[in-house]
Nanobody, 118 residues
Framework: VQLQASGGGLVQAGGSLRLSCAAS????????LGWYRQAPGKERELVAL???????SYADSVKGRFTISRDRAKNTVYLQMNSLKPEDTAVYYC?????????????WGQGTQVTVSS
């Protein structure tokens, strides 16, 4: 599975950005798609996930501001980020997982930088 992320950039606080992640390769059976982020000096953290059944989950810090969605026809997952805050500044990584029984295979895209200025 290859994941190609795009859409990062520099935005002022209160602004919006939309990240995109296109999946290719052996994408059949992926059970989750989503986004993680890593700020300087911090551990990578989960931002949002969407399951194969289209249920979504979010980190508490982004609930009500970020929305994850997917376009199955384009094999693409999106992260709409509104009301951005300086603390949202991080490298955002696209993520995919395939879980079969007790085995989970995980895939990562290259990061895309999001910088929110105050």
């Amino acid at each position: 599975v290859q994941l190609q992320a795009s859409g990062g950039g520099l935005v002022q606080a209160g602004g919006s950005l939309r990240l995109s992640c296109a999946a290719s390769g052996t994408i059949f059976g992926l059970t989750a798609l989503g986004w993680y982020r890593q700020a300087p000096g911090k551990e990578r953290e989960l931002v949002a996930l969407i399951s194969s059944g289209d249920s979504s989950s979010y980190a508490d810090s982004v609930k009500g501001r970020f929305t994850i969605s997917r376009d199955r026809a384009k094999n693409t997952v999106y992260l709409q980020m509104n009301s951005l805050k300086p603390e949202d500044t991080a490298v955002y990584y696209c993520y995919a997982a395939r879980t079969v029984l007790s085995r989970r295979d995980e895939y990562w895209g290259q990061g895309t930088q999001v910088t929110v200025s105050s």
